[in-house]
């Protein structure tokens, strides 16, 4: 299998989050920002970060170029519920839990001291139970370089980190399966409209 890297047209960011009456919040410099309307200015705090070098890197950042493009990351079938009251006519079900996968491979470093992109995405990951809110940027051709602005369209998923798994093949770059645990909270395609 040829490992390669996530498309530059893809980003992925994590970012801090802490769970405040049911809800996920973005954890940000000056507070704390609800995940069901995210801000360009949370999202770009942490989109700018690519090493634990950084004042905040030690709580989340841009991880785009570590990720290996066999990312599983996406909605799943939902469960539902099929509870009928004796006014209801045939059978219906209805959703009640959207389910998603939270699954990424990253590549490690040589060196595992450096303060590069690599050991970042590592050391972001490498504790169990550690909340994030992923932010997905797939759609509209932009860069994973580029900041994010008003009008781009961004997946967010609410997952805690797990124990990562190493990766080694015979003749292959190692990497760490970090396999997220999906924490029931998952906003898809929501248009940033808040600076």
């Known amino acids: 299998m040829v490992a390669k890297l996530v498309p530059g047209w893809e980003t992925i960011v994590l970012l801090p989050a802490v769970e405040l009456l049911g809800e996920p919040h973005i954890i940000t410099s000056t507070g704390f920002v609800p995940a069901s309307v995210p801000t360009v200015t949370a999202l770009n705090e942490y989109h700018g970060i ?25 909605l799943s079938g ?4 099929n509870t009928k009251t004796v006014c209801s006519k045939g059978n219906s079900e209805e959703p009640t839990f959207f389910n998603f996968d939270a699954e990424l491979n990253i ?42 602005a ?14 990562p798994v190493p990766i080694f093949g015979d003749g292959e770059f190692q990497a760490l399966s970090l396999g997220f645990i999906p924490k029931g909270w998952v906003n898809i395609g929501h248009t940033l409209n808040a600076a």
Do not use: M, Q, W
Not at 51 to 73: E, F, P
């Open 107 to 148: 590549l490690r470093d040589e060196d595992l001291v450096a303060t590069g992109l690599f050991n970042f995405a590592r050391d972001l990951t490498r504790a169990p139970d550690v909340p994030y809110l992923i932010a997905h940027r797939v759609r509209g051709g932009k860069d994973s370089t580029e900041a994010f």
């Open 50 to 74: 690519t090493s634990s070098t950084h004042a905040r890197g030690h709580a989340g950042g841009n991880i785009s170029c570590a990720v290996l493009d066999d990312l599983n990351l996406g």
């Open 78 to 81: 939902s469960d539902t519920d």
């Open 150 to 163: 008003l009008d781009d369209e961004v997946d967010y998923y609410y997952v805690h980190t797990d124990n």
